[in-house]
T-cell receptor, first 115, second 111 residues
Framework: EAQVTQNPRYLITVTGKKLTVTCSQN?????MSWYRQDPGLGLRQIYY???????DKGDVPEGYKVSRKEKRNFPLILESPSPNQTSLYFC??????????????FGPGTRLTVT | RKEVEQDPGPFNVPEGATVAFNCTYS??????FFWYRQDCRKEPKLLMS???SGNEDGRFTAQLNRASQYISLLIRDSKLSDSATYLC????????????FGDGTTLTVKP
């Protein structure tokens, strides 16, 4: 089954404790992206990757890191989480059409709470 | 001004009604446009791509107006199952990887 998986689905952690949210897709998509969704603010793009070893900042990259060592994986790293990073996080992947991401397939989301 | 703006609603309509949503974008160089549907904090799913010529899929019609920089979504004969949040998405042409979502428009279809 074609899908994007994220782990963990739910996480409660404390300020400053490093964490990684994994994202994996099995559709051989070149493009992957991370978003956070907060009430009243919609989905905001954190980082994206156009291909292996190519990553770039979205609209809200502060406090996050990513890497793209393999095509299928795009982990999101929070080196020192803070309470304002409490949010619902979505990973997405997409084939590219004329160089642009096309239909994005989303993972089920990771609900992160930082206390 | 936000790059992509939607009327947040909520839109409360009876079954069978026709409802239309608009989404305006600020970057005239934007290249591709989509409508997604999101159910109650679940993952968004693609509803329709929006082409310059407009496109229709059953009860759903999407239109693009480049001159006025907006896209629209028309839902005819609303069903209870259409209740969801509808997100418009714009990929600006100046930065190929960026993808900007509107805040979403909430639709509730009532019996």
């Amino acid at each position: 089954e074609a899908q994007v998986t994220q782990n963990p689905r739910y996480l409660i952690t404390v300020t400053g404790k490093k964490l990684t949210v994994t994202c994996s897709q099995n559709m051989n998509h070149e493009y992957m992206s991370w978003y956070r969704q907060d009430p009243g603010l919609g989905l905001r793009q954190i980082y994206y990757s156009m291909n292996v070893e190519v990553t770039d900042k979205g609209d809200v990259p502060e406090g996050y890191k990513v890497s793209r060592k393999e095509k299928r994986n795009f982990p999101l790293i929070l080196e020192s989480p803070s309470p304002n990073q409490t949010s619902l996080y979505f990973c997405a992947s997409s084939p590219r059409d004329r160089g642009y991401p096309y239909e994005q397939y989303f993972g089920p989301g990771t609900r992160l709470t930082v206390t | 001004r936000k790059e992509v703006e939607q009327d947040p609603g909520p839109f409360n309509v009876p079954e069978g009604a026709t409802v239309a949503f608009n989404c305006t974008y600020s970057n005239s160089a934007s290249q591709s446009f989509f409508w997604y549907r999101q159910d109650c904090r679940k993952e968004p799913k693609l509803l329709m791509s929006v082409y310059s010529s407009g496109n229709e899929d059953g009860r759903f019609t999407a239109q693009l107006n480049r001159a006025s920089q907006y896209i629209s979504l028309l839902i005819r004969d609303s069903k209870l199952s259409d209740s969801a949040t509808y997100l418009c998405v714009v990929n600006p042409g100046t930065n190929a990887g960026k993808s900007t979502f509107g805040d979403g428009t909430t639709l509730t279809v009532k019996p």
